[in-house]
């Protein structure tokens, strides 16, 4: 028998017992369209991206450049950032107008916001301070403190949730701000980093991501983001020169309503999450 002859041969040889064996693959890719080939673990699929509708606009103070949003008992309530220009509001839905102001000092840079009984916490950017109003007249109450940066604040039904820019959140102790845990938010491409302004809905903590027109739907258990809400194109183009990110999330539980807006908008959205 020839060399080529025996070569032929060989190779034959080697096809069946391949496909004896199990599907042909090339460098790392099966041929095999089968599920149990095709199919992903839980942790790698993709992670759905959802549209939004929205339901109805509300006029916004141009002037807020916001860092937190709250829905409650038909108002929103409103912490306002910038050094010299940050504020705690009380705002009408309905015209914008603002009900009721107060400033915070200069050297503080106000940031996220969240009710907590018959209060209001507002966070500051860098100062590790937090303040503490009632929530009815805006008298500060008392002052905490905290490390690291203060970005997004809202709550769960026993603790209060912070977020610092980057993929951790803190959940505090609300009446100390005693640290209690941390919960790393990630998808299937590893952590979620520039987490912002935080809202829980029905369940699901919400979170702006820094310069950018999404929102990550994050299990609060696991940090596992289980869906992301598209917001592009939710402000007109000839407005996206004149104002800064996206960033407010408040929510309407009794009513379902979801309300976005963000620094220097015109508008406050009511939006549907199109599944």
Known sequence: MTRNAVLVTVLAVAGVVALLAGPLRLGN???????????????????????HRVVH?????????????????????ESTG?????????VAIETGEVLRQQDVDAQYFAEGLSEWG???????????????????????????????????????????????????LTLLEPSTFAQVST???HDE????????????????????????????????DSGTVTGWLDLRGLLPAAERARVD????????????????TGKWWPTVFQVEVVR
């Open 183 to 185: 919960l790393r938010v």
């Open 245 to 260: 990110v996206l960033n407010g999330i408040a929510y309407d539980e009794r009513g379902d309503r979801l309300f976005v």
């Open 118 to 168: 018959e209060t209001l916490v507002q966070l500051t950017w860098t100062t590790g301070v937090a303040f503490v109003y009632d929530r009815d007249t805006f008298k500060e109450i008392r002052r905490l403190s905290y490390t690291g940066e203060g970005w997004g604040l809202t709550r769960t039904d026993r603790h209060l949730v912070m977020s610092d820019g980057s993929a951790t």
């Open 82 to 90: 910038l050094y010299g220009k940050s504020s705690v509001r009380k």
């Open 189 to 220: 491409h590893g952590p979620v980093t520039a987490l912002n302004e935080l809202e829980m809905v029905r369940g699901v903590l919400y979170a702006n991501v820094w310069q950018a027109d999404r929102i990550a739907m994050i299990a609060p």
């Open 57 to 77: 606009a509300y006029p916004h103070d141009r002037k807020a450049f916001t860092q937190g949003l709250v829905y409650r008992d038909g108002v929103f309530y």
């Open 29 to 51: 890719r099966a041929t095999d369209p089968s599920p149990r080939q095709s199919a992903q673990p839980a942790s790698a699929r993709a992670t759905p991206v959802y549209q």
